[in-house]
Each structure stands twice: as C-alpha cells, then as structure tokens.
C-alpha cells in the first residue's frame, strides 16, 4: 500500500501549487481520501476531504480557497491551492480512509512541504 504526495516546495504568497496523492497496492476509490497538514509545533490538521461518491469537505481556513479532487481512473487525488498566505506553510499528507464493518482502515503517505514565503 502506498500514497505518494507531490507538488511541495517553495510557494510565493498567493501562489496556487496543485499537491497530487498517487495511491497503489488497493482499491483507492472505495476510500475517503483526504489530506492533512501540520505545522511545526502545531497538530496535525485536516485541510480537505473527498467521499467514494465525491462528496468534498474542508477546514474553515481554505474554504473558498483550496479545491479537492478525485480521478479513479489514474488512482489519484488532487488539492488545488489558490492564494495561499504564509500560514498556509506545513507538511502536507494524504490519508485513506473507510470503515469496513467496525474496523477502520487508515493509510497514510509520506509528506510533502509547502513553503509559503517571499
């Protein structure tokens, strides 16, 4: 099982990167996909998630700002980042997710650093 995040590094404020999460090894599109960050010193929060049926939710800090995507057919999940500001800076991971029966599954990638500064 893997989930590979990409599209980090160094932003300008107001930037807009697109971060990709590449899953392999399972049947991704059965999951909820979602992608978490954490800065330093801080807890790891959600940033966005997205349902099997494409149902999205975000965190109040990139509504309206940040847009989640999913494509099955290349087992991956996007995260469209528009004008980002500096707070906007952490670790970026993608995560798995979906209940089978009263077990939880729970996959996570490595991260990927987004930098946001001038």
């Known amino acids: 099982v893997q989930l590979q995040a990409s599209g980090g590094g160094l932003v300008q404020p107001g930037g807009s990167p697109r971060l990709s999460c590449r899953t392999s090894?399972?049947?991704?599109?059965?999951?909820?996909i979602g992608w978490y960050r954490q800065a330093p010193g801080k807890q790891r929060e959600l940033v966005a998630t997205?349902?099997?049926?494409?149902?999205?939710n975000y965190a109040d800090s990139v509504k309206g700002r940040f847009t989640i995507s999913r494509d099955n057919l290349k087992n991956s999940v996007l995260l469209q980042m528009n004008s980002l500001k500096p707070e906007d800076t952490a670790v970026y991971y993608c995560?798995?997710?979906?209940?089978?029966?009263?077990?939880?599954?729970?996959?996570w990638g490595q991260g990927t650093q987004v930098t946001v500064s001038s």
């Open positions: 995560n798995a997710k979906r209940s089978v029966g009263s077990v939880i599954v729970n996959y």
């Open positions: 090894g399972f049947t991704s599109d059965s999951y909820t």
């Open positions: 997205i349902t099997s049926g494409g149902s999205t």
